[in-house]
């Protein structure tokens, strides 16, 4: 039998560990309702300073602490797209979501090893369909009450009394609130390529980009296509969308001639095939793609070096 301290401990480590253990859900929550991974982490970490600032006492009032976390953290992230329109507005060009890599194309064997929690927060987020750029960028024409009643609930299915006392509204407010979400998403959703499809379909861009073969680059993009450029200022790009395939060629064609040895791998972007270009051994752009009809429609290519943290390989040399 333990002695009183070894027996409060037994007794707290259960509530430590169900506490820790919500980390990787808030991440994945916040990084939804924010598109930013750096914004993520700061909003799940305000999240735990609220929780420890309660005393014992408190804590212990607390019926479900999962529940509990889950309604801070998305109060949090309303607040924080409330006040991040504002800022996007004054941001120098086009913002664009935060792009995520699939860590293990990087790292062999780091993601879930051990079984021990990842420490990097793009280790936590969950690559499925809720985090394509595309559904990212749709949801960022949300307000954030669309936003997150939406998340909540056909994301995390989440009822929507429990999605009411997050967003501060009646249920039925919120049951309207993510009808309207809903239908943002369905107009916006082209019929995409099969996945083998759209891996193809990057391959195939790359190396006639790599080739600087305009004709074949104009065969892969829709005349319609668009792509738009996020560099924050911070980098020289496009402050417009670029549109029309045979403008999108021309524009690729310009950055392949004004940086040579820039080098192009296939990787999978917010759990889709991309781009990754580098230079001198620096990740300087992360490419998204949407597809319809077996051609490039949308390019998101983020350059804001802010936003490309997760995709430092820490000096592990990368391979097409």
């Not at 749709?138 to 006392?165: C, I, K, N, Q, W």
């Not at 402050?239 to 791998?265: C, F, M, N, S, W």
Request: glycine content about 10%; charged content about 25%; overall charge negative.
């Amino acid at each position: 039998m333990g002695t009183p301290v070894e027996q409060t401990h037994d007794r707290r480590e259960p509530e430590l560990s169900e506490i820790l253990g919500e980390r990787r859900h808030l991440t994945n929550l916040a990084y939804r309702l924010l598109g930013s991974l750096a914004e993520a982490e700061d909003a799940v970490q305000e999240t735990y300073t609220r929780w420890y600032a309660m005393t014992r006492r408190q804590q212990e009032a607390v019926e479900s602490p999962g529940a509990w976390l889950t309604t801070v953290a998305g109060r949090i992230c309303l607040d924080v797209l409330g006040s991040a329109r504002a800022r996007r507005e004054r941001y120098v060009g086009a913002w664009l979501p935060e792009p995520l890599p699939d860590r293990t194309e990087w790292f062999s064997g780091r993601s879930g090893s051990g079984g021990a929690e990842p420490t990097d927060p793009a280790d936590r987020v969950t690559l499925d369909e809720s985090v394509h750029m595309a559904f990212l960028v749709v949801l960022e024409s949300m307000t954030p009450a669309e936003r997150v009643a939406f998340v909540l609930h056909d994301v995390f299915r989440y009822p929507f009394p429990e999605v009411a006392g997050i967003v501060g509204r009646t249920p039925a407010a919120c049951r309207q609130l993510a009808t309207s979400a809903r239908r943002r998403i369905r107009d916006a959703r082209a019929s995409a390529a099969p996945a083998a499809g759209q891996a193809a379909l990057v391959r195939d861009f790359k190396e006639a980009w790599e080739a600087k073969d305009i004709k074949a680059l104009v065969g892969l993009l829709d005349p319609a296509a668009s792509m738009t450029s996020d560099g924050g200022g911070l980098v020289g790009t496009v402050l417009r969308p670029v549109e029309g395939g045979d403008l999108i060629a021309q524009y690729l064609i310009h950055i392949a001639d004004k940086a040579p040895g820039l080098t192009l791998l296939e990787r999978t972007v917010n759990g889709r095939p991309g781009l990754v270009a580098q230079h001198a051994g620096t990740t300087v752009t992360v490419a998204a793609f949407d597809f319809d009809g077996g051609r490039v429609t949308r390019i998101w290519a983020v350059r804001n070096p802010e936003k490309l943290r997760p995709w430092i390989e820490d000096g592990t040399e990368a391979t097409g």
